[in-house]
């Protein structure tokens, strides 16, 4: 089946750390975008690709990092300079071609700094 | 800037009514708008798009319609398992999408 698969599904980090967040589709899209969500807010974004080798900062981005080394994966490194990392954190891809546009989004990491 | 709000945040209906919800966005270069749902703990899942004002869609019970700068959503006869939290999002002409917090819909059986 195509999709989105994102790991861990949770995750624990101690302050201080970095961690990377995986992503990876299998649907041949072109564009990759991650979002972190709080409780109770919408979706804000952080960073996003359109193509390969290539990517934008988005709303938020500042104490974040990406790679889009290969079409598939999309990896989100959360650096010790977030200040606020403890969230929920999705990923998404969309075909970038024409007007149609609706985003798959994967089923997210939840991400705990103790 | 670029923003998206919902109303009502929260709605309650008997099982079988009808529930309404809406949005309105403020988007530079705005593309299309897009309604999502997400369950607890779960991605959002793509539900419709909408390109132009004045577009309606429906699909199965869910009926939306675009309106300049805004767009309603409603469905019909409410089931329990319809309960979930419902987004619209407005994207751009540069691929970006502008979420709003949502509508958290609990459906009273």
């Known amino acids: 089946d195509g999709g989105i698969t994102q790991s861990p599904k949770y995750l624990f980090r101690k302050e201080g750390q970095n961690v990377t967040l995986s992503c990876e589709q299998n649907?041949?899209?072109?564009?990759m975008y991650w979002y972190r969500q709080d409780p109770g807010q919408g979706l804000r974004l952080i960073y996003y690709?359109?193509?390969?080798?290539?990517?934008q900062k988005g709303d938020i981005a500042e104490g974040y990092s990406v790679s889009r080394e290969k079409k598939e994966s999309f990896p989100l490194t959360v650096t010790s300079a977030q200040k606020n990392p403890t969230a929920f954190y999705l990923c998404?891809?969309?075909?970038?071609?024409?007007?149609?546009?609706?985003?798959?989004f994967g089923p997210g990491t939840r991400l705990t700094v103790l | 800037e670029n923003q998206v709000e919902h109303s009502p945040h929260f709605l309650g209906p008997q099982q079988g009514d009808v529930a309404s919800m809406s949005c309105t966005y403020s988007?530079?270069?705005?593309?299309?708008l897009q309604w999502y749902r997400q369950n607890t703990g779960m991605g959002p899942k793509h539900l419709l798009s909408?390109?132009?004002a004045g577009y309606e869609k429906q699909k199965g019970r869910l009926n939306a319609t675009l309106l300049k700068n805004g767009s309603s959503l409603y469905i019909t006869a409410v089931q329990p398992e319809d309960s979930a939290t419902y987004f619209c999002?407005?994207?751009?002409?540069?691929?970006?999408?502008?979420f709003g917090t949502g509508t958290s819909l609990t459906v009273i059986p």
């Open positions: 998404a891809s969309t075909r970038s071609a024409g007007g149609y546009n609706e985003q798959f």
């Open positions: 988007v530079s270069r705005f593309n299309n």
């Open positions: 649907l041949n899209h072109d564009a």
């Open positions: 690709s359109q193509i390969v080798n290539d990517f």
């Open positions: 999002a407005a994207s751009n002409t540069g691929n970006q999408f502008y």
């Open positions: 909408m390109y132009s």
